[in-house]
């Protein structure tokens, strides 16, 4: 039985300024309404989340990957593929450990950024584009890959690069079934 | 390429955020909206910057309003306007049969009453872009059954330096028909139709932005008070 030749549907594209718009100004009305820099990072990783929880489906569906065997090739696809597709870079891949679990992403580009010269004043821990480790988080969640998804480094805080570090933790131990003897 | 549904995805998680937000009892359920619309006032300031950037100067109001049924419209929803209508008296009409923001929720009546809160942010959109191009407005959003209907009492409003025209964006949903209305009214003046928020004229939108996203040429004094 032949599967059915795959057909690329037309995908609109919204105008990339209209997303990185948007995004600036719900940082900078989360800038007004919370005072800590940590509580503007955690609401934008909690809808990072949402957002990737949702997210991972319509990627699956488009990109049609195979299933991957190890982490550091979901870490390849995420780079590779999916942030290609969304928001046109292709971040580079490295490793951080020997036992292959921690991974950083390091954007030399970030489109996210295009229209933000610096942070302001007295906002020096925020980390504005913390939306995307909620996305990637919330995206390997719902593929049942826990990990823990943070800023190691980040072009507006005064580093010279941005990376994003990637933590794959334990999975959560199956329950085995038993045969009832 | 930001994609759409990286785009549509974002703008339901406002609209959830700042509402749960409101549940938690900060901010009054009423400003939910209006924080929306704000949001999206900056952006369409900034956006229309981008867009105009090499564009003639427009004629007249009329120009003005069909660069956004068109050309604007295709931009940010990848379709144009699908009705245009207007009494030459800044009262203008237009409707989008299928609204893109809209299009992913049940077409039945289920979901109508919430579908106001998706659309605070186009309102605001519409309102900056219009803005930044010289037009005073007020934009608001009307999702309803039927087909909205422009039984609203007209009346020209001009300042005595600028003639400024208030406006009001109507949207009515079958399953997705989206009207947007502009009409010269005064703020206060009761009006028949549910105006999910009313921006009255003193309030000149300030770039206050902590975050300079981008360079607006609204940083300096308005033109336009």
Redo the contacts between chains.
Sequence with gaps: MSRPAHRRPAYHKINKDLFVLTYGALVAQLCKDYEKDEDVNQYLDKMGYGIGTRLVEDFLARSCVGRCHSYSEITDIIAQVAFKMYLGITPSVTCNNSSRNEFSLILDKNPLVEFVEELPAGRSSLCYCNLLCGIIRGALEMVHLAADVTFLQDRLRGDSVTEIGITFLKKREEKKYRRKK | ???????L???N??V??VYK?AEQG?VENGRCIT?LE???F??GQ??IE?FTKDTARFKDELDIMKFICKDFWT????KQIDNLRTNHQGIYVLQDNKFRLLTQMSAGKQYLEHASKYLA?TCGLIRGGLSNLGIKSIVTAEVSSMPACSGVHVQNMQDCCTGTYKAMWFAASIPHHLYLAFLPCYPSQLLPLPCPSLIPPQQTPVCD???????CSHCSTSAYE
């Design positions: 390429m930001a994609d759409e549904a990286l785009f995805l974002l703008h998680e406002m959830s955020g937000s900060e924080k704000n949001m999206g900056r952006v900034g956006l981008r931009t940010v929803f990848k942010f932005a902590p975050l300079p996203v981008s360079m």
